[in-house]
């Protein structure tokens, strides 16, 4: 499941102490993610160091190193796909103080001295992940639905169906 990393953590106190956190999770531990992929075989490599900068915010940055499966949304087939993520997350007691982190921290709401490593490692996962996830090259898709063409009757004149509606609706009145 994990691999020299707590579960739950005290980030404020890790700013101020400056710990550096280096581990590994299992995705089958990230219940939200898992059931966002095709399989949650695999583990996550996790950096985070917890610092204070120069202005006095506490965050934790690192990065996110994985390779999850996904559905293909052209084909349905498994598809992998490497995800690297880098953070800056900026730590604020509640959303008020989201407004007032540089443009460089994401916001990481901890209200008390607690936090979920877990958690806050399967939401940036999360926010990794494509919309809608497509093989890279459509040629070597699995079974890529072949794009309907367009019909004699479409090519000809694009508003001939209108027409024929607009005759009908004129009948009946």
């Not at 102490?17 to 996790?46: H, K």
């Not at 950096?47 to 084909?75: F, K, M, N, P």
């Amino acid at each position: 499941m994990q691999s020299g990393l707590p579960t739950t953590i005290q980030p404020w106190k890790m700013a101020e102490q400056g710990t550096v956190l280096e581990g590994e999770f299992s995705l089958s531990a990230m219940p939200r993610l898992a059931s966002m992929l095709s399989n949650a075989e695999g583990q996550v490599v996790i950096h985070l160091a917890a610092d204070v900068d120069d202005e006095g915010i506490h965050y934790l940055a690192g990065s996110l190193e994985t390779t999850v499966t996904a559905t293909c949304q052209r084909c349905m087939e498994p598809l992998a796909m490497p995800l690297q993520v880098e953070s800056r997350l900026g730590l604020i007691r509640d959303e008020s103080e989201a407004n007032v982190l540089p443009d460089a921290y994401d916001p990481l709401v901890v209200p008390g001295t607690n936090a979920s490593l877990v958690e806050i490692v399967e939401d940036e996962l999360i926010l990794a992940l494509p919309f809608s996830p497509r093989c890279a090259d459509p040629t070597v898709c699995g079974r890529a639905p072949a794009m309907p063409g367009p019909s004699e009757a479409s090519s000809n004149n694009p508003f001939e169906a209108l027409s024929v509606l607009l005759s009908e609706s004129k009948r009946k009145e």
